[in-house]
T-cell receptor, first 114, second 113 residues
Framework: SQELEQSPQSLIVQEGKNLTINCTSSKTLYGLYWYKQKYGEGLIFLMMLQKGGEEKSHEKITAKLDEKKQQSSLHITASQPSHAGIYLCGADNPIKAAGNKLTFGGGTRVLVKP | DSGVTQTPKHLITATGQRVTLRCSPRSGDLSVYWYQQSLDQGLQFLIQYYNGEERAKGNILERFSAQQFPDLHSELNLSSLELGDSALYFC????????????FGEGSRLTVL
């Protein structure tokens, strides 16, 4: 089965600083999803990457999927307190006919110090 | 607000008991997913339904069962509860059955004492 490892597990950044989270897969990624979870709440979809080398941005958050499609990174520029939360990467089931068993990494806890 | 409604928000029960968690998907979404989130296991996929039929199954215990009704709401039944079943149970929904863009509810926090 596919496993996703996220690093770091947690990080504390000063407001205004940049941060990067990595997600490494044990197998080729056919679809990589980034979600954000505020503590004790549900997950919110951020963005999806499917093609090797693909890069997407939304406001101050940029996500990339490497060419070999086994690693993705999430980069936040000029972090703000609103960026605090848990970021999770999720991977698609490569066998589409088997439904969508989205597998998630362990998450990265982000704390932004004002 | 994701549009996905889960009830109850909090539930405290004893070992050996049975509980039912309920989920109403976003209007128009045909697929419903159940996930379990705990500190030691992280976010684990349990089961997916699409338009009333089971579509995919994950690490769901035999003591757990789920169904999706004709009005598309879903229920997750947990029986013979053990201490280790204490977790946050999320329901998510999506329009289609093969997309990873899911809309999550706020979860039902189950505490088994």
């Amino acid at each position: 089965s596919q496993e996703l490892e996220q690093s770091p597990q947690s990080l504390i950044v000063q407001e205004g600083k940049n941060l990067t989270i990595n997600c490494t897969s044990s197998k080729t990624l056919y679809g990589l999803y980034w979600y954000k979870q505020k503590y004790g709440e549900g997950l919110i979809f951020l963005m999806m990457l499917q093609k090797g080398g693909e890069e997407k941005s939304h406001e101050k958050i940029t996500a990339k999927l490497d060419e070999k499609k086994q690693q993705s990174s999430l980069h936040i520029t000029a972090s703000q307190p609103s960026h605090a939360g848990i970021y999770l990467c999720g991977a698609d089931n490569p066998i589409k006919a088997a439904g969508n068993k989205l597998t998630f990494g362990g998450g990265t806890r982000v704390l932004v110090k004002p | 607000d994701s549009g996905v409604t889960q009830t109850p928000k909090h539930l405290i029960t004893a070992t050996g008991q049975r509980v039912t968690l309920r989920c109403s998907p976003r209007s128009g979404d045909l697929s419903v997913y159940w996930y379990q989130q705990s500190l030691d296991q992280g976010l684990q996929f349990l089961i997916q339904y699409y338009n009333g039929e089971e579509r995919a199954k994950g690490n769901i215990l035999e003591r757990f069962s789920a169904q999706q009704f004709p009005d598309l709401h879903s229920e997750l039944n947990l029986s013979s509860l053990e201490l280790g079943d204490s977790a946050l149970y999320f329901c998510a929904s999506s329009v289609d059955w093969n997309t990873g863009e899911l809309f999550f509810g706020e979860g039902s926090r189950l505490t088994v004492l």
